[in-house]
């Protein structure tokens, strides 16, 4: 018997989730739903979880693909795979070492140095092991059916051998080397970060004009403008158009740098834009990445004015070495200033990078870092997607894909940190290095010069060094595991699209690199990428922290359970469309939920013990036309719904679902069959198609809300007189057996629920009661069309309480009857007797003259220029929907009293 039943079959009278998701989840856990190798037999299929950071919680973007992911794994599943999808996280070192480095300082005012890294590292493992799988719990609260006891983490001793493994293979091919470039850098951690860990911030501040003096040109200047002036005392050149006819004659003279009396020259690059400004811009390689390209292609030399904390370095001269670099900024406005060489000054907003842990600002510096050489190993990523063995999902992500590889630039995979991968090299006295697997130790004999090791390179690998071996090294790589043959390559891989280069791309490229024991495309990791929506704000804004406008998916699951959630979500984000979201868009799912279990309380309350379904269908006892509707409709929509999930089309499955559920099982065939299971003799047929709809659709859903539809299966179990399966998480998919698509039969529900629909909405602006009897005549043009209307005529006089229905081709018309034209039918309601055309005549010309008067008041507002100069948009677009609204009010009122013989 299911958690909480006393009766078998009795559901409460509301669904609670926190009373149902917590019994519902233990369950599982000792069914074990989740994991894989229980079929050994059985089609694999794949799903690697994107590594949340050690560091997080869960947000709505985690909540959206945790949901996407689930609803794959879920409906294979029920498809008769072997699913495996790995749960794990990600080491995060910059992330990670901050919040330890913070916590540390906060609770015993000590920093890392005063530990020394081997303590520190130790405090930091201390912390993983007490917070570290927080973010999962969180995933399993979703409904995450993972298999748990294949928990990864990017930092096991498995993980760190395999980055060992990899790196030393790309370091004996000659892919990994040494060198000074151009990096992104946190001046308050003090490490080179990727693109991935900054965020940008607009912020107001200044644009100067500064006046460079041409050598042996008295009185004349170039002026260039900038955001940073301080970085003018690393300027190496000022660059000009070619075609700028206003410097043509001094491309290639020199100016000279103000300040510490540089010599620079003038040189002409297409990049520049000459309408910008005074079309002059200078060059500081060192500390800008399109002035670092500038160089390169004139051989520029390159200048680091600043110190690894982001003050200014001697090079700079005696003046400002030193000084921070907010300070060094006003120093040089200040001296250029006093000098004449400050021309303007504006007013300026820009974009400025911020480090996503620090919040510092970002400086670009030259530094010595780790690199992989990237092209050679882009050709077979690239070729990934030309063949079609790797496919983006929408197919428009494929382009930034391609572009970022077809221009690929080496990865800097140092970072100056102390958690994390340590770089596996190892160096003698003299600097000579050689790269290792296995530990080598100081003063043990160096394997190339035979000198004692003296050290290994303190600084650790980029934490993408890790995850881009993802799919290969959680099943055991480079071993050549059980694990590892049966379940790679994984076959669907959800993600963001600010990770598609950062991440996606690079575990390509690690595939076909290092899983070179297969052949081909078998090496690709996965066949499908989707790249899930972005959710916005209600505002259009992305979600953030530091924004203060993040929704707490947690607190959703609270408040309206974890199934509302996940069906909002779903229901919220069309394929390839970001989606604003706010904390009441969750309603929609709670209310979906409880139509559902509503439904499922109704059919078992009344009708009893459920019959098998096939044993009837057999005997040919399923005649009634609602019956053979439902029928019909349950195999189309299972068909369909399989469709959906298979082409990964998640939205339009939890639109078919909709529909089917509310609109045709609740709205229609619920409402068709309530008679038949009235009193002692209640109709077995009837209980037995409500049996096999109920069962079929609980499965259907399950991908998309599997608490509930757990919790419901349970109570069905109990109350059927056919066997189903313990849990419905490992029941077979619906297959449709025995049912088939029965067109005719659904032609004539269909006009049924046209015409059911009309009176309906007849009755209700003519304000009569929904179940007085009542007069329809109908008018059908069409043959197919009234035959339909005939096969469906008992339903209609049913559901639409009518004692009197006349159909035909031009059959006489009622007069003064309220009127509708829907599907090609027009549809006439007679009123005689039905109302008090005098007192309606009043009621709706009273509501006329208040609308009238409300579009006069919004009328006003819209042709006010000033309101709607002023106005925020999203107010006058509000009075622009509400005048549209009140138009269509209008319009039907004047309607109403036209056909009640009055006029508007």
Not at 531 to 549: C, E, F, P, W, Y
Not at 791 to 807: K, P
Not at 837 to 848: G, I, W, Y
Request: net charge negative; aromatic share 8%.
């Amino acid at each position: 018997m299911s958690p909480g039943t006393a009766t078998p079959g009795e559901m409460a009278t509301r669904y609670v989730p926190g009373e149902v998701e917590s019994d519902i989840r233990g369950l599982w856990e000792a069914r074990e739903i989740g994991r894989a190798g229980q079929r050994p037999d059985a089609e694999t299929y794949t799903i690697m979880i994107p590594p949340p950071n050690v560091t997080g919680v869960l947000h709505m973007g985690h909540a959206l693909n945790g949901t996407l992911q689930d609803i794959v794994a879920r409906h294979r599943r029920l498809s008769g795979y072997d699913v495996l999808w790995l749960p794990g996280t990600d080491h995060a070192g910059i992330a990670t070492q901050a919040v330890v480095e913070k916590k540390l300082y906060a609770e015993e005012q000590l920093t890392r140095e005063d530990l020394g890294r081997e303590a520190f590292l130790a405090r930091v493992w201390e912390w993983k092991e007490e917070h570290g799988d927080r973010i999962l719990e969180q995933f399993a609260r979703l409904g995450s059916s993972c298999d748990w006891t294949r928990t990864a983490f990017t930092f096991s001793p498995e993980l760190s051998h395999a980055v060992r493994v990899a790196f030393v293979r790309l370091w004996e091919q000659g892919l990994i080397y040494r060198g000074a470039r151009l990096v992104n850098w946190d001046c308050v951690l003090q490490t080179a970060i990727s693109d991935d860990e900054i965020e940008h911030k607009a912020v107001k501040g200044h644009l100067w004009h500064l006046r460079y003096p041409v050598k042996d040109e008295p009185g004349r200047f170039v002026t260039v403008a900038t955001t940073r002036p301080e970085t003018m005392l690393g300027d190496t050149g000022v660059a000009v158009h070619p075609d700028d006819s206003r410097y043509t004659d001094l491309v290639g003279r020199t100016l000279l740098l103000p300040l510490v009396d540089r010599e620079i020259p003038v040189i002409a690059d297409e990049s520049v834009d000459a309408s910008f400004g005074s079309g002059a811009v200078k060059v500081t390689p060192g500390h800008d990445p399109n002035d670092y390209e500038r160089g390169a292609r004139h051989k520029l030399p390159i200048l680091n004015i600043l110190e690894q904390d982001g003050t200014l370095a001697e090079v700079v001269g005696p003046t400002y070495a030193g000084m921070p670099r907010e300070k060094a900024r006003k120093q040089v406005v200040a001296d250029l200033d006093a000098l004449g060489l400050l021309e303007k000054t504006e007013e300026h907003e820009r974009n400025v990078p911020l480090s996503d842990r620090s919040k510092s600002p970002i400086e670009p510096i030259v530094s010595e870092q780790w690199f992989v050489k990237m092209q050679p190993l882009a050709g077979p990523a690239l070729e990934a997607v030309e063949s079609g063995a790797l496919k983006f999902q929408p197919e428009r992500w494929t382009k930034v894909y391609r572009d970022w590889l077809e221009n690929v630039r080496d990865w800097c995979i140092s970072r100056q940190l102390w958690w994390g991968h340590r770089i596996p090299v190892w160096y003698d006295a003299d600097g000579e290095m050689v790269a290792s697997v296995e530990d080598l130790h100081v003063g043990d004999p160096h394997p190339k010069s035979g000198k004692p090791i003296v050290r290994q390179d303190d600084d650790v690998l980029d934490t993408w060094a890790s995850s881009w071996l993802w799919p290969m090294a959680t099943l055991g790589w480079p071993a050549r595991t059980e694990d590892l043959a049966r379940y790679y390559p994984t076959q669907f891989l959800s993600t963001a699209s600010e990770i598609i280069y950062l991440w996606v791309a690079r575990m390509v490229m690690a595939g076909y690199a290092f899983m070179d024991d297969r052949d081909g495309d078998e090496r690709n990791p996965f066949d499908t990428c989707y790249i899930h929506a972005t959710v916005l704000d209600a505002q259009g804004r992305r979600m953030s922290k530091s924004a203060g406008n993040g929704i707490d998916p947690i607190d959703m699951i609270d408040q309206y359970g974890a199934d509302a959630v996940r069906y909002s979500l779903v229901m919220l984000t069309k394929e390839g469309q970001d989606t604003k979201l706010a904390p009441e868009k969750f309603e929609m799912g709670r209310n979906f939920v409880n139509k559902l279990w509503n439904a499922s309380r109704f059919v078992l309350s009344k009708a009893g013990r459920l019959p098998a379904l096939e044993p009837l269908l057999a005997a040919g006892e399923v005649t009634e036309t609602e019956d053979r509707w439902i029928l019909s409709r349950l195999a189309a929509t299972t068909v369909a719904v399989n469709d959906c999930f298979t082409q990964y089309r998640f939205n339009d499955a939890g639109n078919l679902l909709y529909r089917f559920v509310w609109n045709d099982v609740c709205d229609w065939y619920v409402e068709a069959v309530k008679e038949r299971l009235e009193g002692a003799d209640r109709d077995p047929v009837a209980a037995a198609v409500l049996g096999r709809v109920l069962t079929d659709m609980l499965a259907l859903l399950h991908p998309l809300i599997p608490f509930v539809t757990e919790a419901v299966w349970q109570r069905v179990r109990e109350a059927a007189d056919f066997e189903l399966p313990e849990v419905l998480a490992l029941a077979p998919w619906p297959d449709a057996a025995g049912l088939a698509r029965d067109e005719p039969v659904e032609a004539a529900l269909e006009s049924a629920q046209t015409v059911v629909a009309s009176v309906r909405k007849l009755r209700q602006q003519s304000n009569i009661a929904e179940r007085k009897p009542a007069r329809v005549t109908v008018a059908a043009p069409d043959a197919g069309a009234r035959t339909a209307l005939e096969a469906g005529a008992e339903i209609i006089r049913r559901l639409g309480f009518i004692e009197s229905l006349t159909t035909g081709t031009d059959p006489e018309r009622p007069t003064g009857a309220a009127a509708d034209v829907a599907e090609g039918l027009e549809i006439l309601l007679d009123l005689e007797g039905l109302v008090d055309r005098a007192a309606q005549k009043e009621d709706l010309s009273r509501s006329l003259t208040k609308v009238d008067k409300q579009l006069a008041g919004i009328d006003g507002k819209l042709s006010n220029a000033a309101f709607v100069a002023k106005a925020p948009p999203e107010v006058v677009e509000r009075e622009r929907a509400r005048r549209g609204e009140l138009v269509d009010e209008k319009t039907r009122l004047e309607g109403l009293i036209a056909a009640l013989g009055g006029h508007a």
